[in-house]
């Protein structure tokens, strides 16, 4: 076995401050000395500080009175414990991509990848994966790798203020590397620490130099277990996290903000989240909810679509900034979040030098997806067949979900200036598509809304000139059962400048002429 710890040290901090980014110029908070403080109200400590209240002397312990007096300015904020722990669970969430055996731990997780090394090409490139991970969801972790989950615990405890990784790979060298971390890195109650420093007992080494008797005896039987687990001597089984089935985060903001593009690194990080949860689950989402919360007012909820299963964070993301850059807020946002309720199989789609089918179909789902997002609910819609001769009732508008899915509108389909271009840009599809269409005769792609009459010179319709009957009649006489029957004699006609329409006549008055579509 070989565990790697992610050791959390300012998971106080980062909790209440992830809109914080590396470059200032991007962060809501700017050159702002923030500490997060615990303990009892009339004594609190300084328990976490930012670097600009650390350079100018806040360190970790220092009463709060003191360290505003140190700091003009200085942004206190009370330790929130319960967010630090949904924080741990979605980082476990994150990071169960990895590995399915992932532990749960104060101010971290605990990773078992033995067998996940030769996937990700080895240790040193899976660090650098979950370094690099971690600092984007808004996180600093110290990594210990060792052969035991207490072991590399310790050594990532141990190591949080060095760079680099602290590592033992065989159990034979665990004692020579824990050696010299202190006592204190275990959560031992004082009472023990204090005996232990009484007798000028300080380090591991120091421990385990003791008679083994007469240390359980005098400091009891769980301090020698604790050495034992952590050196391989004894058994430590961990309960491993287990995933839920659905995907929720949110990020408090430390301000109210009335900017829509202050939420870029909230959103971001919670997309990178969502992508970590959805590799472990194997799983894709085919709809996101984002919710802005506005303190006692009613959120805004904003649903995003997908005609198939994605987790990639930048498609994601894409349509989030899309949305929220046309978005017209009523109140300042407090808080957002995000939600993937129902999560779906997910396959992963093979690279080609050529594209496929595949590819262009992810082309024209990457477009409606754009187009759902920027248009106003209900703008975007599908048109499908029904099985009807009459031109203007052989259709039905559907909802955007079906254009996203199937792309493949009906053929002789009468629709509004509105939806022109779409079915113009998908009607070479439609013949493939549906393959009933390929025995019915030529339909124009474009069917006016409502047919028009034709001025007739010389007993010939006239659109944009005389036009010339190429095919035709073709009779359609239905309706007699709803109360709305037709009976026309259909043609394709052409005019001088090469269009083509479709123009019909009446039996019962053949000297009238309408033209009912244009094909493209």
């Not at 979605?90 to 990848?113: D, I, K, M, N």
């Not at 971390?181 to 004082?190: I, N, T």
Request: some cysteine; glycine content about 8%.
């Amino acid at each position: 076995m070989l565990w790697i710890a992610l050791y959390l040290p300012d998971l106080p901090l980062e909790v209440v401050n992830r809109v914080q980014a590396g470059d200032a110029a991007t962060s809501l908070i700017v050159d702002l000395p923030l500490a997060v403080s615990d303990g009892p109200d009339n004594r609190p400590f300084v328990l976490s500080a930012n670097a600009r209240a650390r350079s100018a002397g806040v360190h970790p312990g220092m009463a709060v009175a003191a360290a505003c007096a140190l700091v003009t300015g200085l942004a206190t904020l009370r330790r929130d414990e319960a967010r630090e722990t949904r924080a741990i669970g979605q980082v476990a969430g994150w990071a169960a991509q990895f590995t399915p055996s992932v532990v749960l731990e104060r101010s971290g997780v605990l990773l078992e990848v033995a067998a996940s090394l030769k996937l990700f090409g080895g240790l040193a490139r899976l660090l650098g994966q979950l370094r690099t991970g971690l600092a984007e969801l808004g996180f600093r972790a110290s990594f210990g790798v060792a052969p035991t989950p207490l072991g590399a615990w310790l050594l990532a405890r141990g190591g949080h203020e060095q760079a680099g990784v602290r590592a033992c790979l065989e159990g034979a060298d665990l004692p020579a590397r824990l050696a010299e971390l202190p006592l204190a890195l275990f959560d031992w109650p004082r009472e023990r620490l204090d005996a232990l420093a009484v007798l000028g007992i300080h380090r591991i080494r120091e421990a385990l130099a003791l008679p083994r008797d007469g240390f359980r005896r005098r400091f009891g039987a769980a301090a020698q277990a604790d050495l034992d687990r952590a050196l391989g001597r004894a058994a430590d089984p961990r309960p491993c996290f287990a995933l839920p089935d659905r995907f929720s985060s949110r990020i408090d903001l430390p301000f109210d903000v009335v900017d829509t593009s202050l939420l870029d690194i909230p959103v971001t990080r919670m997309l990178a989240e969502m992508e970590g949860f959805l590799r472990a689950r194997g799983a894709g989402a085919l709809q996101l909810v984002l919710e802005l919360e506005h303190g006692r007012s009613v959120p805004t909820r904003i649903t995003l679509g997908s005609p198939a299963p994605e987790r990639a964070r930048a498609r994601w993301q894409r349509l989030v900034r899309e949305r929220l850059d046309r978005l017209e807020l009523k109140a300042t946002i407090s808080a957002v979040a995000i939600h993937v309720d129902t999560l779906h199989g997910f396959g992963e789609h093979s690279t080609t030098f050529l594209p496929d089918a595949t590819r262009r179909a992810q082309s024209w789902h990457e477009l409606t997806e754009r187009l759902s997002s920027r248009l106003e609910p209900g703008a975007l819609f599908s048109i499908a067949l029904r099985d009807d001769h009459r031109p203007e009732q052989a259709w039905r508008r559907g909802d955007g979900r079906s254009v996203r899915a199937r792309a493949a509108p009906a053929s002789g389909a009468g629709a509004s200036a509105s939806t022109a271009v779409a079915s113009a840009s998908i009607a070479a599809r439609v013949r493939d598509a549906v393959p009933a269409l390929r025995t019915r005769r030529d339909r124009p792609v474009f069917l006016l809304e409502r047919p028009r009459t034709l001025v007739c010179a010389e007993s010939r319709p006239q659109y944009q000139g005389p036009l010339e009957l190429v095919s035709g009649p073709e009779r359609i006489e239905a309706g007699w059962w709803d109360g709305r029957a037709v009976a026309r004699d259909y043609y394709v006609a052409r005019n001088r400048a090469g269009e083509a329409c479709w123009i019909y006549r009446e039996p019962v008055d053949p000297s009238r002429w309408y033209l009912h579509g244009l094909f493209a």
